[in-house]
């Protein structure tokens, strides 16, 4: 029942005193009361509003008591029904406890007895109603950790709650509308609907406007009625707003079409826990965010410092990241990929922090052992970050960079798709900028040799695929060469380059 609603309770019986009896008797105490004595006036209130209890009388002329409890099931599938007969036998009793009925009384009947039938099966009503609440929840709680467990990302999370909420609350639409708590600026709508027509009132901006100037954790609600076949339903928009540390981070709203005008308690419970579970992964997601921004900006210091001593490779690291990413969105990368990617690039060639000054910086050809020690640098640059979860999604670009397709490369020697494919993009975008950037000794290659370099060793060094994809950024003009290596360029190569088709990879 919903919080603060008193228990409805009809009354049908043809005949006038009965109805008054009853009335007056629970009028006195905490129950809405209606009562009706033409029965047809009791089936129509029955299929349009809420009712908790019935009490109806058996015979009442052309109608049945037992019409009256088809209908009360029909609508309200946990109300609790009394039949009420002077003519009782066991046959009567046994087929209307059969159809469904709680009990009956047996007229005249004692006003206590009344009182106590009354109680009990409201107390009962209450039971079962906590019960099935419960027991949605329990649902909704093991749903919502064996999917946070996983360590899911928040969108997909966020959308898991919502389809958990909508099936939980009988909710035609529900809508996550996220805020960045020290701006105030909205960074994420997530919605869950199966009437896409809905999903503009979840979604309604204005909706997280109405909590902005509060810290209160009450949700707010609208209850709008309106006829559906004939029949009074309401719409009831519900905003709860999710508050972490009595700021505000957002707000869930939730649509219910309902034949209640009111949403019963335990399911205002269940938007309640959603609501505490989506402030708790936001802040979660906040924190990592923010640490992993830390991390980042402490690791992309280090590749600073590695550049700063490497006098070759200048601003290798931030060109190659920019290449590579062209190249992810060309192959249809999702943008929690391309985080990840740049992450990844920025730290591939950390390891270079344990090759000496004087191997990295020497201008002629390595000895054998100083190129063993070059080549150590994808597995020095794990050892570097082994240990920190935050970036731990770098790891295929640090250790597989160095990789050949045909197996011939470092550290594993792996070929084809044994490498990841974050190594095989790498590899391509790390020999285009190696060889086309400017070195103290040389200035850097043309395109069309750098180009060429590439369609040469396609299927040998590279990942045919890559080369193509890479190649078609080039073609597209979605890299500006000029810019990212300050100089001239001849791109008139790109011209010649024939129109490539290919599927996402
Ligand atoms: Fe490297």
């Known amino acids: 029942m919903p919080l603060g609603r008193k228990s409805r309770i009809m009354v049908v019986d043809d005949e006038n005193y009965i109805c008054r009896i009853v009335v007056d008797t629970l009028g006195s105490t905490d129950y809405d009361i209606v009562s009706f004595t033409d029965p047809q006036k009791a089936l129509d209130f029955l299929a349009v509003d809420t009712v908790d209890l019935v009490l109806t009388d058996l015979m009442m002329g052309e109608y049945s008591g037992l019409q009256v409890l088809e209908t009360a099931l029909e609508n309200h599938p946990d109300i609790i ?4 007969t ?7 009793a046994v087929s209307v406890l059969k159809r469904g009925a709680y009990d009956f009384l047996i007229k005249p009947f004692k006003l206590e007895l009344l009182l106590q039938t009354v109680r009990r099966g409201l107390g009962h ?5 906590d019960n099935l609440s419960l027991k949605s929840q329990v649902q909704f709680l093991k749903v919502v950790n064996a999917f946070f467990d996983t360590g ?7 959308e898991m709650v919502l389809r958990s909420c ?3 609350l009988l909710a035609q639409a529900s809508a996550v509308i996220e805020i960045n708590p020290g701006t105030g600026e909205i960074v994420r709508k997530v919605c869950e609907t199966t009437f896409k027509d809905k999903a503009s009132v979840v979604v309604d901006s204005q909706l997280l406007d109405q909590f902005r100037d509060t810290r209160s954790g009450a949700p707010k609600v609208v209850t709008k009625a309106k006829m559906v076949d004939g029949r009074q339903h309401y719409e009831i928009l519900v905003s709860q707003p999710i508050l972490v540390r009595r700021t505000l981070y957002g707000v869930i709203n939730v649509l219910i079409e309902s034949r209640q005008e009111n949403i019963p308690a335990g399911q205002m419970d269940i938007l309640l826990l959603l609501a505490s579970s989506a402030s708790s992964a936001m802040a979660n997601q906040k924190l990592y965010s923010d640490l992993q921004q830390s991390y980042f900006q402490v690791i992309s210091a280090l590749t600073n410092s590695i550049e700063a001593r490497d006098k070759y490779t200048a601003g290798h690291t931030d060109r190659v990241t920019r290449l590579a990413e062209q190249v992810a969105r060309h192959i249809g ?15 591939h060639d950390i390891g270079k922090i344990g090759v000496p000054d004087a191997i990295l910086n020497k201008p002629d050809k390595l000895t054998e052992t100083e190129r063993k020690k070059m080549m150590s640098h994808p597995r020095l640059g794990m050892k570097i970050i082994r240990g920190i979860e935050l970036l731990k999604a770098s790891r295929p670009y640090i250790i597989a960079h160095h990789e050949r397709y045909d197996g011939k490369g470092y550290p594993k020697g792996l070929s084809g798709k044994e490498i990841p494919i974050e190594g095989r993009l790498l590899a391509v975008v ?16 043309t395109v069309d040799v750098a180009v060429r370099e590439l369609v040469e060793n396609s299927g040998s060094q590279f990942d045919p695929k890559m080369v193509t994809a890479f190649l078609e950024v080039l073609r597209l003009g979605k890299l500006d060469l000029v810019k990212l290596y300050s100089r001239e360029m001849d791109l008139s190569c790109l011209d010649e380059m024939p129109v490539i088709e290919m599927a996402p990879v």
């Open 81 to 84: 029904v009394v039949l009420m």
């Open 166 to 168: 909508n099936a939980e």
């Open 125 to 129: 009503q209450k039971i079962v109603r």
């Open 152 to 158: 899911t990302d928040i969108n997909q999370y966020l």
């Open 86 to 92: 002077a003519h009782p036998t066991v046959q009567t």
């Open 333 to 347: 990368w999702t943008e929690k990929r391309l985080v990840t990617l740049r992450m990844g690039c920025t730290l």
């Open 430 to 445: 790390d020999t285009f900028d190696a060889i086309i950037s400017d070195r103290p000794y040389r200035p850097g290659a």
